[in-house]
């Protein structure tokens, strides 16, 4: 009996810690936080100056925060200002010292009609002068008047605001602010304030509405919503728990937000309602539209806009009549299973002499030139690759300036490249010559362009390019030193094959800093089934999906992110479309393929020890590869996942999965009591879910979800609870109090939780008491 009291008590060690410890101090060493502190800014975000080609711009390192001004067509950069004199001007304005490496300037920005830099220091004002490297100290912010409810003509004489749900004007030079109430018929759900639901309120709140460059006219979308059910969520940590109503529609429903478009002429006091009622449950622009799929021009005679039917197969290109409300269609395209709406755009040409339109009709996105009538001019670009966006369009050079995916040979093909081209497809150049992914951003004037390039193993560098693509000054490039220096190093890109044994998959490798190519690794795969876009980096970060996986990977793991067919919609229309109708099922089989193949391929991967994580899609996409394949993934940490796309949205839903238009003819009696015929059109749009596959659970899952999520409800995670329950299955849940989609400030705990949890059922190693879960001081 002691012989076998002994040899159950090593069976339990043998299996619960035989596997190896967990790095935890390495894992917290590199954290994207740490990793931020350490290294600081890996990316240039640019304020163009408006009507310039000058901006400027913050960024940190090692010596701190600095502000540079810079010239583009002078080839110039600049600092902004002396940071210690700017430190010894503030010191002695507020009697106390600063430290010029770590200015603490909030808000700091440029104030185009005083050509003055603004900011605030401890809640009072203070201007700066370019070049006179003076300040200025205004008032306090609780003695200035709050103006964030006001949006401007672009000539300033005009304030658009909202109230009680209706839309006001006044002039902003009157000093008596003489309201102008322009409409009436404004509510609750069917509103011009910005925050449809907000009570109806005497206070001026901001508006929906959107001025014309001439500034004689203004424009706003309003959505009825009066009809659509109502969703709610608690909020449980105010002194008494308080419901939080808002409108959602869900697929298949009969009931959804329905469109309106007017245009306002502030001055005449008068107003149009435009004319786009076409298809039952139409949207004008669209959630995923470029600028809104609604576009003004310099004067305010029309607008265009984007209609589409609900499958999301149909696209009508309008042109409105802003005095008359009349509506013009000046093209229409069908695309089938839906037309992709994340690079649907449309450049204006002189006041619509001409325009440029983005369509996928050949398979791969391209741009098109069609006339002022809406005849099809010519094919601008051509090819098997994918047109992005467009930068810039030079009219008077006849040139548009845009990104694509793809082009070129022997280069990953989701790295974005710069290109230009003649209105007529003649002349195209490629305009960012080095292997890497160029994020670009171009100038509000001339044809300059700040590209941040980088791959996931090279540090960014940023430039600003010329129109020909020369790179004309260099602005920062990362330094990784400090981060060598206590033993970082970059994780990697690879490519497997999916299940068909012919489409390249693509995707990233982290590994632990100290690697030894003799052990053996359990694998885990971050995920996100797209189809907007795949999980894996493409640019050089430390924090972010980056910095979660390496840390993730010091535990003792090897860490990758890689996508499936059906995940991105840039590579073409057949890999984007590839998971309509089978929204849940579609990435799992080429997911675990590709980790058989890696495994088959590293030794030091051990492919019986398989985690799998997402978020959100990859929440959902996580649990259903633990469901359906249990003998291949062993642990699934789930968050914030939409488990159960029937009460998911519909923009996300209907569109990916599909919606099916159903008619039929019912009677009914009209006013006059007589018997008529009427055909009704219905919508159905059912789609599996993950509690459907919940009797299949083998190995270990942890579900976590917010219980504030007014984006994917927290009743997606509490409905596959209930199913496990009832199919007597053994598995860990945590509700993150008070927290939205994306967990906010409770993402450091959520990020140990599942260090915890895939180091207890991947490596046997059960110390909760070696992490530190306090969470981080604001």
């Excluded at 590839?578 to 997911?591: E, K, S, V």
């Amino acid at each position: 009996m002691k012989r076998l009291f002994s040899l159950f008590i090593l069976l339990i060690i043998g299996t619960s810690y035989a596997f190896g410890q967990a790095n935890f101090e390495a894992a917290e060493r590199f954290t994207g936080e740490k990793m931020e502190k350490l290294i600081g800014d890996t990316f240039v975000w640019p304020r163009w100056i408006e009507d310039t080609d000058t901006f400027w711009y913050p960024f940190e390192n090692a010596e701190g925060t600095n502000w540079y001004f810079v010239d583009a067509a002078r080839g110039s950069q600049r600092e902004l200002f002396d940071r210690d004199e700017l430190a010894a001007q503030l010191s002695e304005t507020f009697n106390r010292p600063f430290n010029s490496k770590d200015l603490d300037l909030n808000d700091f920005d440029y104030d185009t009609d005083k050509e003055r830099f603004t900011f605030h220091v401890d809640s009072i004002n203070f201007t700066f002068n370019l070049n006179g490297d003076r300040l200025v100290k205004g008032d306090s912010l609780s003695e200035e008047k709050e103006e964030d409810w006001a949006t401007y003509s672009p000539d300033s004489t005009w304030i658009a605001f909202a109230k009680n749900h209706d839309l006001y004007v006044m002039r902003a030079d009157d000093e008596d602010s003489t309201e102008i109430q322009l409409t009436d018929d404004g509510e609750l759900w069917f509103s011009y304030q910005a925050d449809d639901s907000d009570t109806t309120s005497n206070e001026r709140l901001r508006s929906r509405a959107n001025w014309f460059e001439d500034s004689e006219k203004l424009w706003v979308k309003r959505q009825d919503k009066r009809k659509v059910d109502e969703l709610w969520v608690i909020n449980s940590l105010g002194k008494r728990p308080e419901l939080e109503t808002y409108k959602y529609p869900m697929p298949g429903e009969e009931d959804i937000y329905v469109d309106e478009i007017k245009v306002f002429d502030p001055a005449a006091e008068t107003s149009v309602t435009l004319d786009t009622d076409k298809w039952e449950d139409q949207s004008l622009g669209g959630v995923y539209f470029n600028d809104g799929g609604i576009w003004e021009t310099q004067k305010s005679d029309y607008l265009y806009i984007l209609r589409r039917d609900r499958t999301w197969s149909k696209i009508d290109v309008l042109k409105a009549n802003t005095t008359s409300g009349d509506v013009e269609v000046l093209w229409s395209e069908e695309s089938k299973p839906y037309f992709n709406t994340r690079y649907a755009q449309l450049g204006i040409i002189n006041e619509g002499e001409e325009f440029i339109w983005w369509s996928e009709r050949t398979g791969w996105g391209q741009l098109y030139r069609y006339d002022s009538d809406g005849n099809l001019k010519n094919a601008v670009t051509s090819g098997y690759y994918t047109v992005g966006d467009i930068a810039k369009i030079d009219t008077s050079a006849k040139t548009i300036y845009f990104t694509a995916y793809g082009r070129e040979d022997g280069q990953n093909p989701y790295f974005e490249n710069l290109y230009s081209v003649r209105f007529d497809g003649s002349r195209l150049r490629h305009l960012t010559p080095e292997d890497a992914n160029h994020n670009i951003n171009a100038s509000e004037e001339g044809n300059y362009f700040v590209d941040n390039y980088s791959r996931v193993d090279m540090p960014t560098k940023t430039v600003v390019r010329n129109g020909n693509g020369e790179a004309i000054l260099e602005l920062q490039q990362v330094d990784m030193t400090a981060a060598e220096d206590i033993g970082w190093s970059a994780p990697e890109e690879f490519t497997v094959k999916a299940a068909d044994g012919a489409t390249d998959l693509y995707g990233v490798i982290w590994k632990p800093f100290d690697f030894d190519p003799e052990k053996d690794y359990p694998i885990i795969s971050y995920v996100y089934p797209g189809p907007q876009t795949e999980p894996f980096p493409t640019s050089f970060s430390v924090t972010g999906s980056t910095g979660r996986n390496q840390s993730l990977a010091q535990l003792g793991f090897v860490v990758v992110a890689f996508g499936q067919r059906g995940g991105s919609p840039i590579r073409s229309k057949y890999y984007h479309n590839f998971g309509y109708g089978d929204m849940r099922d579609y990435p799992l089989a080429d997911n675990k393929y590709g980790i058989e193949q890696l495994a088959s391929r590293h030794s030091f991967i051990d492919q019986d020890k398989v985690g799998i994580f997402g978020h959100s899609g990859g929440g959902f996409m996580s649990t259903a590869a633990l469901l359906t394949y249990p003998d291949f993934y062993d642990v699934a940490v789930s968050s914030a996942g939409n488990h159960d796309n029937n009460i998911y949205n519909i923009w996300w839903s209907e569109v990916h999965n599909g919606v099916k238009e159903k008619r039929k003819t019912v009677k009914e009696m009209n006013e006059d009591s007589v018997e008529v015929e009427k055909e009704e059109i219905t919508f159905d749009a059912p789609i599996e879910s993950n509690a459907e596959l919940a009797g299949n659970l083998k190995g270990h899952l942890l579900l976590v979800h917010g219980d504030m999520d007014n984006n994917v409800h927290p009743a997606n995670t509490i409905r596959l609870a209930d199913a496990l329950i009832k199919a007597g299955k053994r598995f860990d849940m945590m509700i993150l109090p008070g927290r939205r989609h994306g967990f906010g400030p409770y993402n450091p705990y959520f990020q140990r939780m599942m260090w915890h949890y895939f180091a207890e059922h991947l490596l046997g190693d059960y110390r909760p008491d070696v992490i530190d879960f306090n969470l981080p001081e604001d």
